[in-house]
């Protein structure tokens, strides 16, 4: 909750479970500088996958809709556990 306050996001949860978190953001802290610059939301899966990883020791991540691809929001999925191999 601190990070979204600081990076003014408008992040929250849209699914969880066991093996996955599936976070929204509809308001990106970059603003209209983030579209057609996809690279920009690597920060984004970055810190989400960061935080994750932390605390369980695996994440990965997945930016299923983005505001930089013209989404009207962001849709971030986030895998938990270990991955299958």
């Known amino acids: 909750m601190d990070l979204k306050r600081r990076i003014k996001g408008d992040f929250f949860v849209i699914e969880q479970d066991d093996t996955k ?10 603003a209209e500088k983030v ?25 990965g991540v997945e930016l299923q809709e983005t505001i930089a691809r013209g989404d009207a929001g962001c ?11």
Do not use: D, K
Not at 21 to 29: E, F, K, Q, S
Not at 75 to 85: D, E, F, H, T
């Open 21 to 30: 978190i599936v976070l929204g953001n509809r308001a990106c802290p970059f």
């Open 35 to 59: 579209l057609g610059r996809e690279s920009m939301c690597m920060m984004t899966s970055n810190v989400f996958g960061t935080i994750a990883a932390r605390n369980l020791g695996y994440a």
């Open 75 to 85: 849709r971030v999925g986030q895998a938990l556990g270990r991955p299958n191999r």
